[in-house]
T-cell receptor, first 111, second 115 residues
Framework: QKEVEQNSGPLSVPEGAIASLNCTYSDRVSQSFFWYRQYSGKSPELIMSIYSNGDKEDGRFTAQLNKASQYVSLLIRDSQPSDSATYLCAVNGGATNKLIFGTGTLLAVQP | KAGVTQTPRYLIKTRGQQVTLSCSPISGHRSVSWYQQTPGQGLQFLFEYFSETQRNKGNFPGRFSGRQFSNSRSEMNVSTLELGDSALYLC???FGLGQNQETQYFGPGTRLLVL
């Protein structure tokens, strides 16, 4: 079983819609959760971080964490074509900075 | 504030050769982590350095090694290159306080092609 799992997609949504990206993780002691966006040929860029159960909002982005279900999600409201990228879920459970990444979900926002 | 820089950006090597990649973290950051990204395996943790000491290591063979200098700059070395080492090598920096809530910022990466 992979430690961090994501649907590889592609997830296709029309412009202006809400995109919902999901991630599950296997290690119950995981404490920190991150969403990175990666455009083709570029390096990952941090979108959101979340550490406590519940929702965290930043502009058009909302991260949701449910530790009991070992589930973290990212909602993108009013999706734009510029949001088209691969979204990587990353989990950190240890005392150091080792991140475990999912394989990423490819999001395609259709104009 | 300048971001994470990595050199070189692109590299072509042949099997059996060795390669050294360099990373300069964001000013003030003392932790540098290295990751390998391939289409088949995704992003995988290689190792983390803090204050010139390796603090954590991923599941890679001994051909992969690294070090960190007193100015926090880091290098990673891959010896006896194999075709499967072709990948994007990413460096990430953070303050390195040992708290797992720290944000890691990625450099642009070095794309290595082994022929």
């Amino acid at each position: 079983q992979k430690e961090v799992e994501q649907n590889s997609g592609p997830l296709s949504v029309p412009e202006g819609a809400i995109a919902s990206l999901n991630c599950t993780y296997s290690d119950r002691v995981s404490q920190s959760f991150f969403w990175y966006r990666q455009y083709s040929g570029k390096s990952p860029e941090l979108i959101m971080s979340i550490y406590s159960n519940g929702d965290k909002e930043d502009g058009r982005f909302t991260a949701q964490l449910n530790k009991a279900s070992q589930y973290v999600s990212l909602l993108i409201r009013d999706s734009q074509p510029s949001d088209s990228a691969t979204y990587l879920c990353a989990v950190n459970g240890g005392a150091t900075n080792k991140l475990i990444f999912g394989t990423g979900t490819l999001l395609a926002v259709q104009p | 504030k300048a971001g994470v820089t990595q050199t070189p950006r692109y590299l072509i090597k042949t099997r059996g050769q060795q390669v050294t990649l360099s990373c300069s973290p964001i000013s003030g950051h003392r932790s540098v982590s290295w990751y390998q990204q391939t289409p088949g395996q995704g992003l995988q943790f290689l190792f983390e350095y803090f204050s010139e000491t390796q603090r954590n290591k991923g599941n890679f063979p001994g051909r992969f090694s690294g070090r960190q200098f007193s100015n926090s700059r880091s290098e990673m070395n891959v010896s006896t290159l194999e075709l499967g080492d072709s990948a994007l090598y990413l460096c990430a920096s953070s303050f390195g306080l040992g708290q797992n809530q720290e944000t890691q910022y990625f450099g642009p990466g070095t794309r290595l092609l082994v022929l």
